[in-house]
């Protein structure tokens, strides 16, 4: 897999429907933990997603929470 991260833009580094890893290239500078997680995300994920650039510090924080151990909904549902 080959990409690369811009610097305002979230990123989800997936295998199949489960999430690997969540974040930016700020997480990546300043969080060595998240640093740790991405790591061990490329050398397992088979895909990369780029969400968003969200704009304020909340909606980025709230965004990764709520992004990270989700799994896409395959079932459709009736409005």
């Known amino acids: 897999m080959q990409f690369s991260l811009n610097s305002d833009d979230l ?3 997936a295998k199949g429907a489960h999430v690997l890893w969540v974040g930016s ?3 990546l ?6 640093r740790a ?6 050398d397992c994920a088979d895909r990369a ?3 968003c650039d969200c704009g304020s510090e909340s909606a980025r924080l709230s965004t990764i929470w709520d992004l990270e151990g ?5 079932a459709r549902h009736a409005a």
């Not at 500078?29 to 998240?34: F, G, K, L």
């Open 49 to 51: 997603y780029r969400v």
């Open 29 to 34: 500078v300043v969080d060595p933990q998240s």
């Open 25 to 27: 290239s700020e997480e």
């Open 37 to 42: 997680r991405f790591r061990l995300a490329l």
């Open 11 to 13: 990123y989800v580094i």
């Open 70 to 74: 989700a799994e896409p909904e395959n």
